[in-house]
């Protein structure tokens, strides 16, 4: 297969971290993003096949010039721009009673909204060459909804909405689009969890949240290594046309996604609130 440039964003750990070493390995042109990270001095050879690492530069995707200045500097290093894996995203803890407006808010604006301004910056560049992929990383939690995760779950449950959405507009213009579905793995998610404000101390949920956290920890710290993931990525670029969507993690998880849509809504609930001890 002919080598890609590949954008991925949050790319510095986790998943993105490992999608990027991945793709590097086999050869693609791999640019990471991170809001840590900074231009580099260098004006790429675009036949250029190879490089040692994924080159990392800075973008904010709860900023509009930023990832516009990002998007803008893989174009002027490459000249195009072939696959788009939308990774960055946040983790809120807390029950929705604890959860304020501007929390939510906050994560929506990078799991939902960081999401749509990535995909508007590439795609008048995708578009015009009649080709492209974009990869957005969604959940399992986007199909079943996680008791004190209620909010990641919706962020999740609106991009697999949009996703949809978009597959189906740009199927005249030759880009495609797919959704990766990962269940618990083993990535720096866990430490990074924020928990909203309110659901300290003095919250009337504080213990049931504990608990249910405690178990999504556990699951996620014995959970699978991210390069499976990233390997799967990996085959889906080298797919001509790839699913709509790739749930993808401990066969009981993927299994809890069948089961709600097919048993009643009640049941389903009663077996979570089981599951994380709420």
């Given at each position: 297969m002919e080598p890609k440039v590949v954008l991925i964003t949050g790319a510095s750990a986790g998943f993105g971290r490992a999608c990027a070493e991945?793709?590097?390995?086999?050869?693609?042109?791999v640019y990471g993003t991170s809001r840590r990270a900074a231009f580099p001095d260098f004006v790429a050879a675009p036949e250029a096949a190879s490089q040692p690492a994924p080159v990392m530069i800075p973008m904010d995707v709860c900023d509009d010039d930023s990832v516009s200045s990002?998007?803008?500097?893989v174009l002027k290093q490459e000249g195009r721009i072939d696959v788009v894996v939308n990774n960055a995203g946040v983790g809120l803890a807390g029950s929705v009673e604890d959860t304020s407006v501007d929390e939510?808010?906050?994560?929506?604006?990078?799991n939902f909204f960081g999401v749509l301004r990535v995909c508007?910056?590439?795609?008048?560049?995708?578009?015009?060459?009649?080709?492209?992929?974009i990869v957005n990383i969604s959940s399992l939690a986007g199909f079943v909804t996680i008791p004190f995760q209620g909010f990641y779950s919706a962020s999740k449950y609106a991009l697999e909405?949009?996703?949809d959405a978009l597959r189906m507009e740009l199927r005249p213009f030759g880009v495609r689009v797919t959704l990766l579905e990962p269940g618990d793995f083993k990535t720096g998610f866990t430490e990074s969890r924020i928990f909203s404000t309110a659901s300290g101390d003095d919250?009337?949920?504080r213990e049931s949240c504990q608990r249910a956290v405690a178990v999504m920890e556990n699951d996620e710290r014995n959970g699978s290594d991210p390069r499976q993931l990233a390997n799967l990525l990996a085959k889906i670029i080298a797919t001509p046309s790839p699913r709509n969507r790739y749930p993808v993690g401990a066969f009981?998880?993927?299994l809890a996604v069948v089961a709600s849509r097919v048993l009643p809504s009640a049941l389903v609930d009663r077996a979570?609130?089981?599951i994380y001890k709420c």
């Open positions: 991945v793709l590097v390995e086999q050869g693609h042109k990002a998007v803008e500097f939510a808010r906050a994560l929506f604006e990078t508007r910056a590439v795609l008048p560049t995708l578009r015009a060459q009649r080709s492209g992929l909405s949009m996703s919250s009337v949920y009981a998880q993927r979570l609130r089981a």
